[in-house]
C-alpha cells in the first residue's frame, strides 16, 4: 500500500507550493525531484496567493521566518484551505523562540492543517502552550522510548483530535499518529542528524505523498516517511572511505531518485501500534 | 568561435552581480567559478548601486522575488544600464503570478536588456501581454517542435526587435534569437529537469559568458548554453549506478570546472536556422 | 594543542546562532555539523534575541546584508555582549559597498567581538577608515608576502589593539594575530577558491571552535584555520579524473567530519611569528 503511495506520487507529479527556510531549500527542492514531485519557492505576500493557487499542496516551514514571510504563510494558508489543498506545517524550533513557538501556534490557530511535523520538543512546545498536555512528562518531551512510546502516541492523538491534522513526530522511531491510527517506523540511520534539513526535506516530499494521495493521509505520511528512513539506509550502505556528511546528503537525495515502489513496501519497518 | 568564448570568460574572470533567488543561489556562484567567471550577490536597494558598478555583468532573476528585492533589481538594472554593462533577465515563474509577469514586464520596459533567458511558457507570458504574440499558438505556447519551431522563432524575433534583447529559449531543442540570427542547439540531456537549477545555473554563465565578449551577444549565448548542454550530457555519462539527480548537479558543476574551448567546439550540436 | 580544541568543539557540540548569507549557508550549516558543532540560522530581529540566547556563540556574515537584517545582527551581537558570548563577524565585501563597509564598522563599534575574520582587502577597508592604518600600503592592502607580513601582523595587531578582537586574515597564507600572539598558517590548497563560501564555513566552524575553548581564542582561531586549510589538502587529493569545485565543496565538508584531533596536530603547518 505504500509502495502504491509513492506510484501515485510518481504519477501525478504534484507541485508542492513550499514557503520555506533558505538554509536547507535547495535540498527540498532536488528531494522533490527526486521523488517525483515538483517544486516552487514563494514568499512574498503578494506573490504566495497566485503560486499557492497552481499547486496541488502548500509545504509551510518556519525555519527561516521572518516579518515579510510570516504575512506570506498565513496567506497561503488560508488560500490553500479555500482551495482544498492538503496543508503541511513543519514548526522548526519551535520551542526555541517566543516568535516560532507564537507563529506556529497562530498558523494552527488559523489554517487547517493536513500534518504537523516537527520533531518531539517541537511538538510538545505547541500542544502544551494549549493546555492538552498534563498526561506529558519531561521524559516524553525529551525522547521517545519503550517506556514512553504509549504516553507520547496518546499525547500525540489528543492533539490530532484537536487541531484535524496527522501529527508526525520524527526521531530515532518516527512516529504518525491521528484519530484513529498510530504506526511507529524503525527505518532510517543516526548519521542523519549530522546532514542538516532532514527534517525539512521530509516535510517537503511528504506534502508531494499527500497531494498525490487523496484522503489517505496518515498512510501518505507513513509511506514519506519510511521512504526518507530507507535512503538514508541506502545512502549510508554507499558511504566509502572518506565520505562524510556532505556526500551522505547527496547520497539520500540519491537514493530517493532511484526508490522504487517494490523497495518501499519490502524495506519498511513499521508497525501499527 | 563559441570555443574562443569560453576562453575569453577564462581570461577575463568577468565578475557577475546576481539578484538572484535564494534556491540555486549556490550552485549559481559554484557554476560561475566553474566556468572561469566570479560572482556576487546583493539584493539591497542601497547595496546594488556598488555593488553592480564593480561588476561587469548583471543577473537578474526572479525566482523568489519579494517587496525589498524588486526595488532592487530596478535599481541595479538602471545603474548597469547607465554603465553600459549588459543586463540578463531570468523571468522565473513568469505566467504563474502576476507579481512575477507584472515585475518581468516591468522590467524590461524600464531596463534595456542584453538577453532575456526562459523557457517557451515564460517567454510568451512576457511577449503575449504585449500584443506582439497573435502568430503564437497553444502548441507554440508549450513547447518547441520541428513543427511549430519556425514560428517560434519568428515570435522570438518579434520580441527581440522590440526589447532589444537576445531571445534565448531553453527546452529540449534551445533557441537562441535575435534580430538577424537564430541558432537552434540540441545539447543537452531529459534528467537535466531533473535537477532544481539549471536554468538558473545557465543565466548565471551566460551572464558571464555576454560579460566577456563584447559585442557579440548572440553568439556569447550561444556559446553558453552549449556549454551548458555539453556538461549535461558529460555529466551523465559519468553517472554510476546509484547516482541520482543530486549527484548529477555536481557532476553538472565539475563538467564546466573542466570544459575545454576544444571540446565546446567539438561537441556542440546546433544549426544556424 | 589546537588537537585539543577540536576535542573541546566535539564534546561540547556548541549551538552557533549564524546571521548568514543566503548563497553558502547550507555550506555553513553542515560544515558545522561536520566539525562537530550545531547550527542554528535566525535573522528577524524579533527571533534572534531568544535564538542568540539559547546559543553559546553567534556568527554575523553580511554577505547578502539587507535592511532587515542589519538591525537583526545589531540586535543579535548586544545580547550575545551582555551574556558573554563571544562573537565573530564575517565582513564579507567590506571595501566593495559603502553599506557592507559602514555597517560592519558600526558593527565593530557598537558590538564587541572575540574576532574579526576577513581577506587582506575587507580587514584593511575597516581599519583604514578609522585612521589606524598609516603605515598600510597598497602592497600590503592587495596580498600577504614574506616581505608584506611583517607589516601586515603589525596593522592587524593595532586593529586587535583597537578592537580587543582576534584579527584573523585569510589568503594563501593566513594570519591570526591578536595583542601578544602572531600565527601564519600554510596550510590549504588554491583551488579552495574556486569553491563558493570556503570563508563563510571557515568563520562557521571558528565559532564553534571559540565557543568551545573558552579564553584560548587566539588558539582557537588558529585550530580553525589550520582544520580548514588540512580539510581543504585532504579534499583535493581525493579529487578524481573529471571532478570540480562542486565535487570538491563536498569533499571539504566529508574531510571535517572525518577530521580528527591527532591529524590536526599532526598536518598544521604554522609558525609564530
Redesign the interface.
Known amino acids: 500500500m505504500i509502495g502504491k503511495c509513492l506510484e501515485n506520487v510518481r504519477e501525478k507529479t504534484p507541485l508542492v507550493h513550499n514557503i520555506t ?7 527540498c ?2 528531494a522533490l ?2 521523488i517525483g514531485g515538483s ?6 505576500i ?2 504566495v ?3 499557492t493557487a ?1 499547486c496541488t499542496a502548500l509545504n509551510i516551514n518556519i ?6 514571510t510570516i504575512p506570506a504563510m498565513f496567506e497561503a494558508g488560508r488560500i490553500s484551505n479555500e482551495l482544498g489543498h492538503p496543508v503541511l506545517l513543519d514548526p522548526v ?1 519551535a520551542g ?5 513557538t507564537k507563529t506556529a501556534k497562530e498558523l494552527i490557530e488559523r489554517v487547517r492543517f493536513s500534518v504537523i511535523r516537527g520533531n518531539i520538543s517541537e511538538i510538545t512546545a505547541l500542544a502544551l502552550g494549549g493546555g492538552t498536555t498534563k498526561g506529558v512528562d519531561a521524559d516524553v518531551a525529551d525522547k521517545v522510548t519503550e517506556e514512553t512510546i504509549d504516553s507520547v502516541i496518546a499525547f500525540a492523538r489528543e492533539f490530532s483530535i484537536k487541531t484535524g491534522a496527522v501529527i508526525v513526530i520524527t526521531g530515532a522511531t518516527d512516529l504518525i499518529v491521528d484519530s484513529r491510527t498510530a504506526y511507529a517506523v524503525k527505518n532510517g540511520h543516526a548519521m542523519m542528524s ?4 532532514t527534517g525539512c526535506m521530509l516535510s517537503s516530499i511528504m506534502s508531494a505523498f499527500i497531494a498525490a494521495n487523496g484522503e489517505n493521509t496518515a498512510e501518505a505520511c507513513l509511506a514519506a516517511v519510511c521512504a526518507m528512513g530507507i535512503c538514508g539506509e ?1 545512502a549510508f550502505a ?1 558511504l566509502g572511505e ?6 551522505y ?10 526508490l522504487t515502489a517494490k523497495e518501499l513496501e519490502e524495506e519498511a519497518k513499521y508497525e501499527v501500534r
Not at 527556510?21 to 535540498?27: Q, R
Open positions: 527556510n533558505y538554509v536547507t531549500v535547495n535540498d527542492a532536488n525531484l527526486a517544486p516552487i519557492m514563494s514568499d512574498d503578494e506573490d496567493r497566485d503560486i497552481i525555519g527561516t521566518l521572518n516579518k515579510n524550533g526555541a523562540s517566543r516568535l516560532r549530522k546532514v542538516t534539513g541506502k554507499r572518506g565520505d562524510g556528511n556532505s556526500t546528503r547527496n547520497m539520500i537525495i540519491d537514493a530517493m531518485y532511484n
